[in-house]
T-cell receptor
Framework: NAGVTQTPKFQVLKTGQSMTLQCAQD?????MYWYRQDPGMGLRLIYY???????DKGEVPNGYNVSRLNKREFSLRLESAAPSQTSVYFC???????????????FGPGTRLTVL | AQSVAQPEDQVNVAEGNPLTVKCTYS??????LFWYVQYPNRGLQFLLK??????LVKGSYGFEAEFNKSQTSFHLKKPSALVSDSALYFC?????????????FGKGNQVVVIP
């Protein structure tokens, strides 16, 4: 099993450009998440999808959109990139709520994004 | 709202000495608590979790954590630190009152194990 995979690993954008970060998991998890990691700020939730067909905003959703394409895939789109979106982006997945109580999340390797 | 505090930015410890990384939490209901580790240029890896039951939880790589409800703490411990334990450690909490699996993460603690 590959676990959670993310593409690309690195990306440099100019202000105003758009791009989509891809995430896929092969663990048959229902829930998927997108986080950003910035120095000294820990991980902040951008969007999450509790199950296929549903998405909800997290702490910092402005400037982002998501698509839960199917059970395996959850993409994050930046429509018009800004320098403030320079960050490391992590995708994660977990079992659905209720299957075993507190369900740990499994993380991908991250995408390092720089917006100039 | 659920939240986590990791009061120290960096923890320095000599190899072979005990390692403690502190975490306190705030929730409205009962907490689910997690520790993750992040090595350079990698994603987060799950170490251990507290759901219910024994207050002392054992996890991967010889780590353990103690849940203390009265002090709202969940400190991570290892009896004898290794140089390879040098990494960034995150505490996270989920409040079971909320009908989702969202976690609130702390800012992280950089652990440096000195040979």
């Amino acid at each position: 099993n590959a676990g959670v995979t993310q593409t690309p690993k690195f990306q440099v954008l100019k202000t105003g450009q758009s791009m989509t970060l891809q995430c896929a998991q092969d663990m048959n998890h229902n829930s998927m998440y997108w986080y950003r990691q910035d120095p000294g700020m820990g991980l902040r939730l951008i969007y999450y999808s509790a199950s296929e067909g549903t998405t909800d905003k997290g702490e910092v959703p402005n400037g982002y959109n998501v698509s839960r394409l199917n059970k395996r895939e959850f993409s994050l789109r930046l429509e018009s990139a800004a320098p403030s979106q320079t960050s490391v982006y992590f995708c994660a997945s977990s079992e659905a709520l209720g299957t075993s109580g507190g369900n740990e999340q499994f993380f991908g390797p991250g995408t390092r994004l720089t917006v100039l | 709202a659920q939240s986590v505090a990791q009061p120290e930015d960096q923890v320095n410890v000599a190899e072979g000495n005990p390692l403690t990384v502190k975490c306190t939490y705030s929730v409205s209901g009962n907490p689910y608590l997690f520790w993750y580790v992040q090595y350079p240029n990698r994603g987060l890896q799950f170490l251990l979790k507290y759901i219910t039951g024994d207050n002392l939880v054992k996890g991967s790589y010889g780590f353990e954590a103690e849940f203390n409800k009265s002090q709202t703490s969940f400190h991570l411990k290892k009896p004898s630190a290794l140089v390879s334990d040098s990494a960034l450690y995150f505490c996270a909490v989920r409040d079971i009152l909320y009908g989702n699996n969202r976690l609130a993460f702390g800012k992280g603690n950089q652990v440096v194990v000195i040979p």
